[in-house]
């Protein structure tokens, strides 16, 4: 249960931290201009970093992907992922004693 409150409070921050993404920076600002502007050789070492851990395939059809989307786009997608395992951890029943009275 408490791992559920703690899923929520998280999908509410990604879900604010986008909203004020969206609205302090341009709209259409990709996830790797915004990356690039904080720091440019960070984001040339996670290149490298990533290309030596990871197959070429997975940088190209996943992480180059991501960074061409708008800046605000991935902190939404993880606040509703998150939001979505904090309900189903919430609504599982247990599977504890019946509440029925046995005779």
Do not use: C
């Amino acid at each position: 249960m408490i791992v559920a409150r703690i899923l929520a409070v998280v999908a509410a921050l990604l879900l604010v931290l986008a909203f004020a993404l969206a609205l302090m920076l341009p709209a259409e600002l990709p996830l790797g201009q915004a990356v690039a502007a904080v720091d440019y050789g960070g984001l040339a070492a996670l290149q490298d970093a990533v290309r030596k851990g990871i197959p070429d395939w997975l940088w190209l059809n996943l992480v180059v992907p991501m960074l061409v989307r708008p800046v605000w786009l991935l902190p939404v997608a993880m606040g509703i992922v998150t939001g979505g395992v904090a309900v189903t951890l919430a609504t599982r029943r247990s599977a504890g004693r019946s509440r029925h009275r046995r005779s």
